[in-house]
């Protein structure tokens, strides 16, 4: 078992240098340039720019600025920010608790509803129940998730002002969980809504198949109830499935939770990437990518140790 | 002894294991593990064998439809072992095979008419009007009405798609047709059908057979020679009569002691043969029946037993046999 | 012969499939008693609707889209049909057990086999872990597995398809059932494997006194284990008796056709072999009279008219033909 997570850690090596390259490669082809918004700054001369362009390393060759970035990678340095000077991994670890809040609550919330749906549905399959979920996570899965956010914010805000609009706290209330939670609520909802519509048909698919393998017709023969079979026949071989799609899911969830954080002003760790991208700020993108790749590597590795600790075919063998 | 239409000579096709992560070479599946066999013309040769022994791996290795790791194939005086891609595509035409489910070796989406005609345009062998008249001629060869070339695979019951996998393979006019199972997924009633087909082309056509199968009463009722497998190995062949009322293989004697007979009564007392065929990723060493066979001696774990020719063509390959 | 009472009697049981436009009947009107500690045999050639009528007696077929109607179910003198869902889970793999033909897909490929073998033993007696794990290794040991220490630890894909039903037997055996449904336990083995498997059902069933409703499509399996067979063709019981009697003067041109069909080993080889011409009827486009009529060498303008009925022959026997064979 330790030695096939150590050889899965080295396979994801060259993975991560391929990300670095392509995403090196991407953000210098796009048009523009960190330098840009001192361009519109009459009291800047040309001059200056070429000054802080020496200073940033941006005179060089596009390779050579990459091997300095990637060896500084390498050593643990993640390079600092263009504007301010700020270490880089201290900004995206400064964003990383809000960010991890929100997924981690609408991750929950999704696969705890949507999983409940989907075994339902499984079980009473064709039931009205069953219809109503399916037209349901249809609809969820039909519009975009701004649209969503948009109509939460109008709704519960605007027009009801029952919540907050945006934001993760009100000013002087840092340390007020409640007033935390009732920021967190709307972008949860709305970023769960998504989530759960996906994982209820993931669910309803996985146990339908299960449902219908010998083994299931075994249990019901040995005089097992509907719970015995459900908890400890069918759950175990339909979560198997679903584990690996949930490592697969995670850049999808992360994506998700970066369109959420900006409309609802959270200030987590896509806020902090879509102002990178408006800014140029290359060391920023670069770290939120690989910082990105890391944590979905991670994440698929960790799927595949649960699943070989849930199935002796592949921890045997 | 007439010249065999076809000749396998230590035939050997081996597996790798390949290791789940870095796919590295862990280990090899001995699947055919030396074998000889030789089949006359006009003659239906038998490979008997539970399943693990190879029976299969033999009849595609044949064929190559895979790739032997070593020994010859000698079909009408020719080491077909090592032609080039194009030569065995006309070898084809000669050598055809026939598998146990023809559902999934019948394209689901094209008629019955278009899978026939496929060999004649392949092999670029005839066109319009006389393509149709030789569909026809195959479909009333099988004992299938003309109608069937319109139709498409699922319209058809099991026996009746078995046939049209025998009429396709009958389409170049083969000398040798090697059958891999064919009716083992039919009923009893289809199944007596297919083999009385089989059997009555055979006249018609001079047709050549090696049937493979697991089913003795089968392979007694159809094949003059027979060749009986174990773990990649024939343990022991010769005429029909020889294997099944005078074998000599401890082997041989304990599968025809298995087979259940449609008579009450009639059960043997003795007890069943114990144990499971091995894996052939880890065959037992010396002979590989030693650790179930009933007369096992000490040298049968260590040696293996080559095969020793008896006389009518009656080959063993078991100490017990071997002489000193 | 005789003497013995029926522990499981259907009476004129009926399997029906909703398709659009109406009912498929794969079971119709099927009836039998299976007596205390005899193997009863239910042989068919697919589509005969043998495996149905063994699920629908457990109550096991989905419904929807299987649709279950008898006039009774009768198990130690209570109607089936009648029990709850709940009280239909106490009987089953308690009173009333089942193994089926695919021993490679039965198991739960995450559970070890020791925890399945418990299952049934603390579900229906109430043992402890501790217990029924001693039990579990007692009926390892008992349905010949060597090593049943080590076996409980061991995962169905560490097993070959002998041992898996080797396993599926001590599961459904556990409780000490009065009745045991065999759904093909043998096709998926090989011969000697077979071999094996026949003979400890038939050491387990002199220990146990259990009663064995044997449904395969082999005669000879058949013929070595059962002491009574009933044919099925079509959905129906064609012919029913003692299995020496039966084998030896079949009534029914179908089971004297089946019985030719099959090749045997012989010295002296037949040309051909005497086959049954024609298919199966498919379920749903049954003639109106005998179903087996149209690939009969004997029928007349009575057998495609009017659907025999099943009637006493004699020596326990029965059979549902105008025109007997034998007769």
């Given at each position: 078992m330790l030695s096939y997570v150590g050889r899965r850690v080295l396979q994801s090596v060259p993975l991560l240098i391929g990300v670095s390259i392509i995403g090196f490669a991407l953000m210098h082809l796009a048009p523009g340039g960190p330098l840009a918004v001192y361009t519109l700054n009459p009291t800047i001369t040309n001059q200056d720019i070429e000054r802080i362009r020496i200073v940033l390393g941006l005179d060089q060759p596009v390779h050579i600025q990459y091997f300095k970035w990637a060896s500084g990678m390498a050593t643990g340095n993640w390079g600092y920010t263009f504007f301010g000077g700020r270490p880089v991994l201290g900004v995206i670890l400064e964003r990383m608790p809000a960010t991890f809040l929100l997924m981690g609550s609408a991750l929950s919330l999704a696969i705890l509803i949507g999983c409940t749906i989907g075994v339902l549905g499984a079980v009473r399959r064709y039931s009205?129940?069953?219809?109503?979920?399916?037209?349901?996570?249809?609809?969820?899965?039909?519009?975009?998730?701004?649209?969503?956010?948009?109509m939460a914010i109008y709704l519960f805000a605007i027009k009801l002002g029952w919540l907050p609009s945006g934001g993760m706290y009100e000013l002087g209330e840092e340390d007020n969980l409640l007033d935390l939670v009732r920021h967190l609520i709307l972008p949860c909802l709305v970023l769960a809504l998504v989530i759960t519509a996906v994982w209820s048909r993931y669910t309803r698919s996985a146990f339908l198949e299960v449902m219908h393998q010998d083994y299931m017709r075994t249990a019901k023969a040995k005089g097992l109830r509907a719970p015995a079979r459900l908890l400890r026949h069918a759950l175990p071989n339909a979560l198997k499935p679903l584990i690996a799609l949930l490592g697969i899911e995670l850049p999808a969830l992360f994506s998700g939770a970066l369109v959420t954080e900006t409309i609802f002003g959270w200030p987590g760790m896509g806020r902090l990437f879509v102002d990178a991208l408006n800014m140029k700020e290359y060391p920023v993108l670069m770290g939120m990518i690989m910082f990105t790749a890391l944590f979905v590597i991670v994440g698929n590795l960790v799927a595949d140790i649960l699943i070989a600790l849930l199935d002796p075919r592949v921890r045997l063998s | 002894?007439?010249?065999?239409?076809?000749?396998?000579?230590?035939?050997?096709?081996?597996?790798?294991?390949?290791?789940?992560?870095?796919?590295?070479?862990?280990?090899?599946?001995?699947?055919?593990?030396?074998?000889?066999?030789?089949?006359?013309?006009?003659?239906?040769?038998?490979?008997?064998?539970?399943?693990?022994?190879?029976?299969?791996?033999?009849?595609?290795?044949?064929?190559?439809?895979?790739?032997?790791?070593?020994?010859?194939?000698?079909?009408?005086?020719?080491?077909?072992?090592?032609?080039?891609?194009?030569?065995?595509?006309?070898?084809?035409?000669?050598?055809?095979?026939?598998?146990?489910?023809?559902?999934?070796?019948?394209?689901?989406?094209?008629?019955?008419?278009?899978?026939?005609?496929?060999?004649?345009?392949?092999?670029?062998?005839?066109?319009?009007?006389?393509?149709?008249?030789?569909?026809?001629?195959?479909?009333?060869?099988?004992?299938?009405?003309?109608?069937?070339?319109?139709?498409?695979p699922h319209e058809f019951s099991g026996g009746q798609r078995q046939r049209v996998g025998i009429a396709r393979a009958l389409a170049l006019r083969p000398r040798l047709i090697i059958g891999?199972?064919?009716?083992?997924?039919?009923?009893?009633?289809?199944?007596?059908?297919?083999?009385?087909?089989?059997?009555?082309?055979?006249?018609?056509?001079?047709?050549?057979?090696?049937?493979?199968?697991?089913?003795l009463g089968v392979v007694s009722h159809i094949c003059d020679q027979v060749a009986v497998m174990y773990l990649g190995r024939v343990v022991e062949s010769g005429p029909r009569e020889a294997i099944f009322f005078d074998p000599k293989h401890p082997y041989t004697e304990a599968l025809l002691a298995a087979v259940p007979?449609?008579?009450?009564?009639?059960?043997?007392?003795?007890?069943?043969?114990?144990?499971?065929?091995?894996?052939?990723?880890?065959?037992?060493?010396?002979?590989?029946?030693?650790?179930?066979?009933?007369?096992?001696?000490?040298?049968?774990?260590?040696?293996a037993p080559v095969a020793t020719a008896l006389p009518g063509g009656h080959v063993v390959a078991c100490h017990l046999v071997g002489g000193a | 012969m005789d003497a013995a009472p029926a522990v499981l009697?259907?009476?004129?049981?009926?399997?029906?499939?909703?398709?659009?436009?109406?009912?498929?009947?794969?079971?119709?009107?099927?009836?039998?008693?299976?007596?205390?500690?005899?193997?009863?045999?239910?042989?068919?050639?697919?589509?005969?609707?043998?495996?149905?009528?063994?699920?629908?007696?457990?109550?096991?077929?989905?419904?929807?889209?299987?649709?279950?109607?008898?006039?009774?179910?009768?198990?130690?003198g209570r109607d089936l049909l009648r029990l709850s869902e709940g009280a239909m889970a106490d009987l089953r793999g308690a009173r009333l057990s089942m193994i089926f033909q695919e021993p490679m897909t039965s198991?739960?490929?995450?559970?070890?086999?020791?925890?399945?073998?418990?299952?049934?033993?603390?579900?229906?007696?109430?043992?402890?872990?501790?217990?029924?794990?001693?039990?579990?290794?007692?009926?390892?040991?008992?349905?010949?597995?060597?090593?049943?220490?080590?076996?409980?630890?061991?995962?169905?894909?560490?097993?070959?398809?002998?041992?898996?039903?080797?396993?599926?037997?001590?599961?459904?055996?556990?409780?000490?059932?009065?009745?045991?449904?065999?759904?093909?336990?043998?096709?998926?083995?090989?011969?000697?494997?077979?071999?094996?498997?026949?003979?400890?059902?038939?050491?387990?069933?002199?220990?146990?006194?259990?009663?064995?409703?044997?449904?395969?499509?082999?005669?000879?399996?058949?013929?070595e284990t059962a002491h009574r067979v009933a044919v099925m063709y079509a959905g129906r019981i064609v012919e029913t008796g003692?299995?020496?009697?039966?084998?030896?003067?079949?009534?029914?041109?179908?089971?004297?056709?089946?019985?030719?069909?099959?090749?045997?080993?012989?010295?002296?080889?037949?040309?051909?072999?005497?086959?049954?011409?024609?298919?199966?009827?498919?379920?749903?486009?049954?003639?109106?009279?005998?179903?087996?009529?149209?690939?009969?060498?004997?029928?007349d303008d009575a057998c495609h008219a009017t659907r025999p009925v099943l009637t006493p022959s004699g020596e326990g026997r029965e059979v549902a033909c105008w025109k007997p064979r034998h007769g």
């Open positions: 009205v129940f069953d219809m109503m979920a399916t037209s349901g996570a249809m609809v969820a899965l039909s519009f975009p998730t701004f649209w969503f956010g948009l | 002894m007439v010249e065999p239409l076809l000749r396998v000579e230590g035939l050997r096709t081996h597996f790798p294991v390949l290791s789940k992560l870095l796919r590295r070479r862990v280990g090899t599946v001995r699947a055919v593990d030396g074998v000889d066999l030789a089949v006359a013309p006009g003659e239906v040769l038998g490979i008997v064998g539970e399943s693990g022994s190879g029976k299969t791996t033999v009849g595609k290795s044949i064929l190559r439809l895979i790739e032997p790791t070593a020994g010859r194939v000698v079909f009408e005086g020719t080491d077909i072992t090592h032609l080039a891609r194009r030569e065995m595509l006309g070898l084809r035409r000669r050598m055809q095979i026939v598998f146990q489910d023809p559902m999934s070796s019948l394209n689901p989406r094209m008629t019955i008419g278009r899978i026939l005609a496929a060999p004649f345009e392949i092999h670029d062998v005839a066109k319009g009007a006389d393509l149709r008249e030789k569909v026809a001629d195959l479909l009333r060869l099988v004992g299938l009405p003309a109608e069937a070339a319109q139709r498409f891999d199972e064919p009716v083992s997924a039919l009923d009893v009633s289809i199944q007596a059908q297919i083999l009385n087909l089989l059997k009555r082309l055979q006249g018609e056509l001079g047709l050549t057979y090696i049937l493979i199968s697991h089913n007979l449609p008579e009450p009564g009639r059960r043997a007392a003795h007890a069943p043969l114990a144990g499971d065929v091995p894996s052939p990723a880890h065959p037992p060493s010396g002979c590989a029946f030693h650790p179930r066979c009933p007369r096992a001696m000490a040298r049968c774990s260590v040696e | 009697e259907a009476r004129n049981l009926r399997v029906g499939f909703r398709i659009p436009g109406g009912t498929m009947r794969a079971v119709d009107g099927v009836s039998f008693a299976l007596r205390q500690g005899e193997t009863l045999g239910l042989v068919g050639e697919s589509g005969s609707g043998k495996t149905m009528t063994s699920l629908a007696l457990l109550r096991l077929l989905e419904s929807p889209p299987a649709e279950l109607a008898a006039e009774a179910i009768l198990f130690e198991l739960n490929p995450l559970m070890a086999i020791g925890r399945q073998i418990d299952e049934p033993l603390v579900t229906h007696l109430g043992l402890s872990a501790r217990a029924a794990r001693a039990r579990t290794l007692d009926l390892l040991a008992r349905v010949g597995i060597a090593r049943p220490e080590q076996a409980v630890r061991a995962y169905p894909h560490q097993l070959s398809g002998g041992m898996r039903q080797r396993v599926m037997i001590a599961i459904a055996l556990a409780c000490r059932p009065a009745v045991l449904i065999a759904d093909e336990p043998t096709t998926a083995l090989d011969v000697t494997v077979q071999a094996q498997i026949l003979a400890l059902l038939r050491t387990l069933q002199e220990e146990m006194g259990t009663a064995i409703l044997l449904i395969t499509h082999d005669l000879a399996v058949i013929a003692p299995v020496a009697a039966l084998f030896a003067r079949p009534l029914h041109p179908y089971t004297e056709g089946l019985l030719r069909s099959i090749p045997r080993i012989s010295r002296v080889r037949e040309a051909t072999l005497p086959e049954i011409p024609g298919v199966v009827p498919a379920p749903g486009q049954l003639p109106a009279g005998c179903a087996f009529a149209a690939r009969c060498g004997f029928a």
